[in-house]
């Protein structure tokens, strides 16, 4: 199985932690600009309700049109009035929390048909934290109990990235191993670590790492700007390496785009 972004629109996958401007501006420009009508997703924060101040860390640059969509209910999220912001969406945004709560109020409905429709009329989909993990196909730390179980009861996230499990926050909170577990149970899944204050951006099947930090890749293979033939390295399934800003990958063949 390939690792593959999708056909059309862009992502912004981001770590979580405070992130800089530099990531929101780029997934306000890919949505549109001034243009933009962006639609904010605080789910997994795990509140009942949220008002319209969920969307201030993006009205604060004041563009375009922001509204916020909300339900825990998929009955709710299944219906035609409630996806009537989606339809014209040029962005949307998921806020962080537990990424189960995601799937739990939107999977399989009309809503998550929406979000695909946003992206094949060359949208952009963003998401911090949750809302990076929520991206990938694997859904890590999709348990209800503990965000510490890796591989729990909740293992599909909305695929916008196929074959992939993406975690977050990975070096601010000591992560870098724990995607093991994953791609050593699963090895045809990508793993990729993504750390506070830092974003994939996805075209198609290559993203290029911007912010302010790291992404950890585990694809069974090693990579090192300075050589690494002579390195003594770990067997392929404690193999890692890091990215940096302005670096790009290609996710399909799984090689750094040098």
Do not use: H, W
């Given at each position: 199985m390939l690792t593959t972004g999708p056909?059309?629109?862009?992502?912004?996958?981001?770590?979580?932690?405070?992130?800089?401007?530099?990531?929101?501006?780029?997934?306000?420009?890919?949505?549109?600009?001034?243009?933009?009508?962006?639609?904010?997703?605080?789910?997994?924060?795990?509140?009942?309700?949220?008002?319209?101040?969920?969307?201030?860390?993006?009205?604060?640059?004041?563009?375009?049109?922001?509204?916020?969509?909300h339900t825990t209910d998929p009955k709710i999220a299944d219906s035609a009035a409630f996806v009537e912001p989606l339809k014209d969406a040029t962005g949307v945004w998921f806020r962080g929390g537990r990424q189960w709560r995601l799937v739990d109020a939107y999977a399989g409905t009309k809503t998550e048909q929406m979000f695909w429709k946003v992206l094949e009329r060359g949208g952009v989909i963003g998401g911090t934290s949750a809302g990076a993990t929520i991206q990938g196909s694997y859904l890590a730390r999709g348990d209800t109990k503990s965000n510490q179980i890796m591989m729990g009861d909740h293992e599909a996230g909305f695929g916008f990235i196929k074959n992939v499990a993406i975690d977050q926050h990975v070096l601010a909170r000591n992560r870098q191993f724990d995607l093991y577990e994953i791609v050593r149970s699963k090895p045809e899944l990508l793993g990729i670590g993504v750390d506070e204050g830092t974003a994939l951006l996805v075209n198609g099947d290559q993203f290029e790492v911007i912010g302010d930090s790291y992404v950890l890749v585990y694809d069974g293979q090693f990579y090192s700007r300075e050589g690494f033939d002579q390195k003594k390295l770990p067997a392929a399934d404690s193999l890692f390496y890091f990215l940096k800003k302005g670096e790009k990958y290609n996710m399909r063949t799984r090689k750094v785009i040098e």
């Open positions: 056909e059309n629109g862009s992502l912004i996958v981001a770590g979580g932690g405070r992130l800089p401007d530099e990531i929101l501006l780029k997934f306000i420009e890919l949505a549109g600009g001034q243009n933009a009508r962006i639609v904010v997703v605080p789910t997994a924060g795990g509140q009942e309700e949220y008002d319209q101040s969920a969307c201030d860390f993006l009205s604060r640059f004041g563009i375009g049109t922001i509204s916020m969509l």
